[in-house]
């Protein structure tokens, strides 16, 4: 098949990379685009090594012209630092801040074989073996990178957390009262601060590449910096890692599990309050960088279908937030069912229409997109559900924002904006009934539109 102009320029930069870092005139085949990558794009791509054998590279670039020089030297430097220290992670074979082709800046590394897949993780024969131990395994290779000496990671942030966190939900400029109760929480329970370590930032299932004997990649080090290690342990834990699984580290182990690996790598156990606390950190975390996602889609940044639906998942992490601190309000009322409304259209109605498309979409389109067509078949799927989550909001109406609205009056708010600000700066506290009761109301309207599953999980 012939490639594009793009994948051909594509390729044609990592061959003259290749070559000019090894001396040989490298052979590189077409790349492949690999699915995921909101941040960077991920492209696998066949080719052959110094010694003329066959050599699977994975390039990681920054979308070109939204590029982050300084962040991805920073990958580098934890890549080569991490194995060092006997974690294992790709090599990398070259990066730059840019180079014609590639056009941004980049990383390219050896392909390390492994399953990266939640649901084949959690779920396959195959992992039947290695998954009862993979809670401990992850707590012991945290611990290796946390013992990665810190010499030659100057170059990482070292900002506190909380506080880059407040910064960047501030400048969204859309007060969320889920988040400014998460916010007052977290300053009023946080625990002592432990010895500064290497922080992977976003270690999970999904960044991992594990086959039968156990982890052999820790990948995706865009977000690493320095902090308190036990951040690292409490993301494993936040509920959007365990894709649907209960087990509450990824899905698939306990947190005893998780501190028991921990512990035979670093000889520290960290408490369970203490993992408690930065599990709600975390929570809090992905719900303002999933709304910090899409914004660079929704204000113009960057076109992108995958950036525009986590717009919507944000009530899933907003919902997780108030159950992981016990303030949902299960005795919130629901909205009434939409009348249905008169209408001159024949049918079918705008929601049927929707579902229709989706299970076509579904049913037969999907199973004709083969295995070279992973990126497109991950894109349909996004498109499935941002047609139903439309049809579900269609038949919703409006009655939970009337809902809503009576929930806010009651506490003297005209909308969630004045809550936000009220609870941000202590004129509502976030424990009153009525304060639950409004963004119970609000966050599970959302939810039951945009993911009524996440509900029942």
């Not at 229409?353 to 037969?364: R, S």
Request: glycine share 10%; hydrophobic share 40%.
């Amino acid at each position: 098949m012939a490639m594009t102009d793009a994948p051909a320029a594509l390729a044609d930069g990592i061959r003259a990379v290749l070559t000019a870092a090894y001396g040989m005139d490298a052979t590189v085949g077409e790349p492949r685009q690999l699915t995921g990558g909101a941040s960077r794009q991920v492209w696998a791509v066949d080719a052959d090594g110094p010694d003329g054998k066959p050599l699977p590279i994975v390039l990681r670039r920054d979308p070109p012209g939204h590029g982050d020089a300084a962040r991805m030297r920073a990958e580098v430097a934890c890549l080569r630092a991490t194995a060092a220290a006997g974690v294992p992670v790709p090599t990398v074979l070259a990066s730059g801040d840019t180079a014609p082709g590639i056009d941004a800046p980049y990383l390219i590394m050896n392909k390390v074989e492994g399953e990266s897949l939640p649901r084949k993780l959690q779920r396959d024969l195959a992992f039947d073996e290695v998954r009862n131990r993979l809670a401990e395994d992850m707590g012991f290779v945290l611990g290796l990178i946390h013992r990665t000496p810190l010499d030659s990671l100057a170059v990482l942030d070292a900002t506190d957390p909380v506080d880059a966190l407040k910064a960047t939900y501030r400048d969204l400029g859309e007060p969320r009262p889920a988040v400014e109760v998460g916010l007052r929480w977290l300053r009023d329970h946080r625990p002592p601060s432990r010895p500064r370590a290497l922080v992977h930032g976003d270690f999970r299932i999904g960044n991992l590449l594990v086959d039968g004997t156990g982890i052999r990649g820790v990948l995706d080090w865009e977000l690493a910096h320095l902090g308190d290690p036990v951040e690292d342990l409490g993301w494993l834990c936040v509920r959007a890692w365990r894709f649907g699984a209960n087990a509450p580290v990824a899905g698939i182990g306990t947190r005893d599990q998780l501190l028991d690996g921990y512990e035979k790598a670093t000889g520290t156990r960290p408490s369970l309050p203490e993992l408690h606390w930065w599990e709600t950190f975390g929570t809090v975390r992905w719900l303002v960088l999933s709304r910090f996602q899409a914004e660079r889609h929704l204000g113009g940044a960057e076109r992108s279908l995958e950036l525009a639906a986590i717009g919507r998942r944000v009530c899933e992490s907003e919902y997780d937030l108030l159950d992981v601190l016990g303030l949902l309000d299960a005795a919130a009322p629901a909205p009434p069912p939409a009348p249905p409304g008169r209408t001159v259209h024949d049918r079918p109605s705008v929601p049927e229409i929707l579902d229709l498309v989706a299970g076509t979409l579904t049913d037969d389109l999907g199973p004709a997109l083969d295995g070279t067509h992973e990126r497109e078949r991950y894109l349909l799927r996004i498109c499935v559900n941002l047609l139903r989550t439309a049809g579900r909001e269609l038949d919703a109406g409006n009655g939970a924002d009337a809902l809503l609205d009576g929930a806010l009056g009651a506490l003297g708010c005209t909308s969630e904006a004045e809550l936000a600000a009220r609870i941000r700066e202590g004129t509502l506290d976030y424990l009153d009934d009525g304060v639950r009761r409004a963004i119970s109301i609000a966050v599970v309207a959302r939810l039951r539109v945009a993911n009524p599953r996440h509900m029942n999980a």
